[in-house]
């Protein structure tokens, strides 16, 4: 093969665009942080565009696309335990598995108060179910989480 010839050039133009695509999508070596950081961090996204939606009234369907978002999140969070609790003595997994259960579940209740609200079109009631939800997360994470997470 010639090295002009259309055949050759065509092969090094691919190499060229291939080539450092291959290199940049090489696996970096990231620290798996789990399933239920993962859905924390949706949650947390989902939680400041919700505070921004409530501030006005016309924009309630997006609140409403984040509180479901929010809920499904949720719902998958309970499911999974926190590394916090692999982390104990056997014997004292099954009760704090229980309590992290049992807060998620009031977790998952207010969130579904704050979507009566919105459905309601009461915004006093909205404001409050968004802060009792919002104000879960420091005290879900004094119980469950460990300093640096
Ligand atoms: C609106 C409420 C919440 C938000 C926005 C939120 C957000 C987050 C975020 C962003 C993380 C990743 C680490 C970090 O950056 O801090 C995280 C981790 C975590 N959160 Fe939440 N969280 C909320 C509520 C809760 C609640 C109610 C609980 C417990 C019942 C909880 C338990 C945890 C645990 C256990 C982790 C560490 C993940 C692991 O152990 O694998 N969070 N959360």
Known sequence: MKLHS????AAFL????????????TPQEVPDKGELYGHMEVIEEALGKLRRSLRDPARSD????????????????????????TELPVEERAAMERDYRRVMVDFLIAQLELEA??????????????KQVRSMEESGHDRFTREEE
Do not use: W, Y
């Open 117 to 130: 609200a919105l459905l309601d079109g009461d915004p006093d009631a909205a404001k409050t179910a968004f």
């Open 14 to 25: 691919l190499l060229g665009l291939v080539g450092p695509g291959i290199s940049r999508n």
């Open 6 to 9: 259309p055949v050759c050039i």
């Open 62 to 85: 997006e609140a409403l696309d984040q509180i479901v978002l929010m809920q499904e999140k949720s719902l998958a969070c309970k499911g999974l335990v926190p590394h916090l609790i």
